[in-house]
């Protein structure tokens, strides 16, 4: 189990990496070519679609996952119905988009013209598409064909952003349509190749899958619109007490910290459908404690040498425009340390059947991640904004953590801290890396 796990991870965290650095790449392009501001409204702009998508996609995705890896349901009818969900999630999402442009937009996404939030609900159907589609293949556990398209998508989006905004200098609107195009082209591939891999299409709807993929979708549903406000709530806040401008910065450092998320959602990514699919309790008990305490080991590694660097990076990559960037990034940084170790555990916890016990944790942090937003924004700007983040998200793993250890019968410090027997974990990703050619 753990050298399977170890392959894929690998595979997932290479993968990744390259959609993570195609991430900044983007982001460096807009935010030189159309400046903090500029930045800001692209990203509040596409923040709708978002939020929209975290609201109404209800967990089926998950769902797919899940039944997929039980092998309660057979991947040829789940993806018949996630291209049925699909339709008409897409229909109710961009209504609801609509109803919002044209009736609270002016309150909620202030300094934002309506003609880019319009244009971003053009992302919506072919997002849905492609992470339903590609939720069956994770299913299946065809990683590697799932990290190829996650790949695609995000190079082809790079790609267009490149020919569009330093080729043409078509601007925000050029941004928000190289995203849409993205998900169009990569996903009709997508599509073919996951029916090919399910061996057909059950296009025939099934009360019993309709009504556990809702159920159990749900509860995950819940967690991820809490995790989505948890992650961006701060965000919408931030253009409230302040401006786009702001929001561009603050945006720049939260890209930037998140990309130590690489890791736990590597690992996290593959750890799923494989707990969904244990059924050995000493496998369960001891695989993710040694995934949750060395993806801290190493991410605590990295971190550091990201908060050493930081105002280097920040300058070479975005110019003295964005240098406010660096304290929050920095501030953010200790937030995602805990954010990596709970999302290693989050997802054991949701694997295990009780996603509702994630969604009373994450809605515990929103709340404090909410009213310390509200109390230092003001006072402080973007750097309390980061730091809200960083409180929050340390208690959201201090509980997580204990939760944790009461389900699975271990003890804490064997899940944050590392063991000896850690050795053979290393000697498997070596073994990868170093593997000799045939």
Request: glycine share 6%; hydrophobic share 55%; proline share 3%.
């Amino acid at each position: 189990m753990i050298g399977t796990f170890t392959k894929n991870t690998l595979i997932t965290f290479i993968t990744r990496v390259l959609t993570a650095i195609f991430g900044i790449l983007i982001t460096i392009v807009i935010a030189r070519t159309l400046g903090a501001g500029g930045q800001g409204i692209y990203s509040l702009a596409i923040l709708l679609p978002s939020t929209l998508l975290i609201f109404t996609v209800f967990g089926v995705n998950v769902s797919s996952i899940f039944y997929i890896g039980k092998k309660e349901y057979h991947p040829k009818e789940v993806l018949g119905h996630n291209l049925f969900f699909s339709f008409f999630i897409s229909i109710f999402t961009i209504l609801l988009g609509l109803v919002i442009i044209f009736f609270f937009s002016n309150k909620i996404f202030p300094g934002v013209e309506k003609v880019y939030l319009f244009l971003a609900l053009s992302i919506i159907p072919f997002n849905i598409f492609f992470e339903l589609v590609s939720s069956v293949l994770l299913g299946m556990q065809k990683i590697k064909k799932y990290n190829l398209f996650s790949f695609s998508q995000s190079f082809l989006f790079l790609f267009l952003i490149i020919i569009l905004i330093l080729g043409f200098r078509f601007g925000i609107k050029a941004a928000i349509l190289a995203q849409t195009f993205s998900f169009l082209f990569v996903g009709i591939v997508l599509f073919f190749i996951a029916k090919k891999e399910t061996g057909g299409l059950v296009f025939k709807l099934s009360k019993n899958y309709c009504r556990d993929a809702i159920s159990y979708g749900f509860k995950n549903y819940l967690g991820g619109v809490l995790n989505f406000l948890h992650y961006r709530i701060d965000m919408f806040l931030i253009n409230i007490f302040l401006n786009p401008i702001a929001v561009g910065i603050y945006y720049i450092a939260v890209r930037l910290a998140e990309g130590i998320w690489l890791i736990s959602l590597s690992a996290a990514t593959v750890l799923f459908p494989k707990v969904a699919s244990e059924t050995d309790e000493k496998n369960l008990k001891e695989f993710t404690p040694l995934v949750c305490r060395n993806i801290l080991f190493i991410t605590f590694l990295i971190a550091i040498l990201l908060f050493i660097s930081s105002r280097w990076i920040v300058l070479f990559f975005y110019s003295n425009e964005f240098l406010d960037a660096v304290l929050p990034f920095q501030i953010l940084l200790i937030g995602t340390l805990f954010t990596s170790g709970w999302r290693i555990l989050a997802n054991d916890i949701s694997a295990r059947g009780k996603p509702m016990l994630n969604n009373y944790v994450i809605g515990f942090s929103v709340i404090l991640n909410t009213i310390l937003n509200i109390i230092y924004i003001p006072k402080f700007g973007i750097a309390g904004a980061a730091f809200t983040t960083a409180i929050s998200h340390f208690a959201l793993f201090l509980i997580t953590i204990f939760f944790y250890a009461k389900i699975s019968h271990n003890k804490i410090k064997n899940i944050v801290l590392p063991q000896k027997t850690d050795i053979l974990f290393y000697k498997n990703i070596l073994s990868l890396i170093k593997k000799p050619k045939k």
